[in-house]
């Protein structure tokens, strides 16, 4: 069973860093250079569909997989262990990327235009780093590396 949650885990954080690595450097060039929120827009709604379920994936996998290793809560915050450090670590990242979500879906996409566009730049570009120290901090706590 542990190994499906992993497979699961790892599926959508393939999904939901890929997408993001595939917007910052593929999308989010294109439509700066021809100043297009139709072309960032276009990507963010059909990367959506499978973004939102992959990072739902995460939450959930992430959330049994971190119980599996500490399966007391209060031992997540206590920092006597170093999993909880990886979890916490994890659990920040995550409440980031919401915040992050929250905004671009409710301020700055709804008034996303060719003058604006460049905002983007700074909702993006952290919002991939940030999938990427998911990964990194997630091998990591499979390694043993912190």
Same mark, same amino acid.
């Given at each position: 069973? $542990?190994? *499906?949650?992993?497979?699961?885990?790892? #599926?959508?954080?393939?999904?939901?860093? %890929?997408?993001?690595?595939? #917007? *910052? @450097? !593929?999308? #989010?060039?294109?439509? /700066?250079?021809?100043? &297009?929120?139709?072309?960032?827009?276009?990507?963010?709604?059909?990367?959506?569909?499978?973004? +939102?379920?992959?990072?739902?994936?995460?939450?959930?996998? %992430?959330?049994?997989?971190? $119980?599996?290793? /500490?399966? !007391?809560?209060?031992?997540?915050?206590? @920092?006597?262990?170093? =999993?909880?450090?990886?979890?916490?670590?994890?659990?920040?990242? /995550? @409440? +980031?990327? !919401?915040?992050?979500?929250?905004?671009?879906? @409710?301020?700055?996409?709804?008034? /996303? =235009?060719?003058?604006?566009?460049?905002?983007?730049?700074?909702?993006?570009?952290?919002?991939?780093?940030? &999938?990427?120290?998911?990964?990194?901090? %997630? !091998?990591?706590?499979?390694? %043993?590396?912190?």
């Amino acid at each position: 069973m $542990y190994f *499906s949650f992993l497979f699961l885990h790892i #599926l959508g954080a393939s999904v939901w860093a %890929g997408g993001h690595l595939v #917007l *910052s @450097f !593929v999308v #989010l060039p294109r439509a /700066l250079r021809e100043r &297009s929120p139709e072309i960032l827009l276009d990507f963010e709604r059909r990367f959506e569909r499978l973004a +939102i379920p992959a990072l739902v994936v995460q939450i959930l996998t %992430g959330l049994h997989l971190a $119980y599996t290793r /500490l399966p !007391v809560l209060s031992e997540w915050f206590s @920092f006597k262990d170093p =999993n909880s450090h990886m979890i916490v670590t994890k659990l920040m990242l /995550l @409440f +980031i990327t !919401v915040v992050f979500a929250l905004n671009a879906h @409710f301020r700055l996409l709804p008034k /996303l =235009n060719a003058d604006n566009l460049k905002s983007m730049v700074w909702h993006i570009i952290p919002v991939t780093v940030l &999938s990427v120290l998911f990964i990194l901090i %997630g !091998v990591l706590f499979r390694t %043993g590396g912190l």
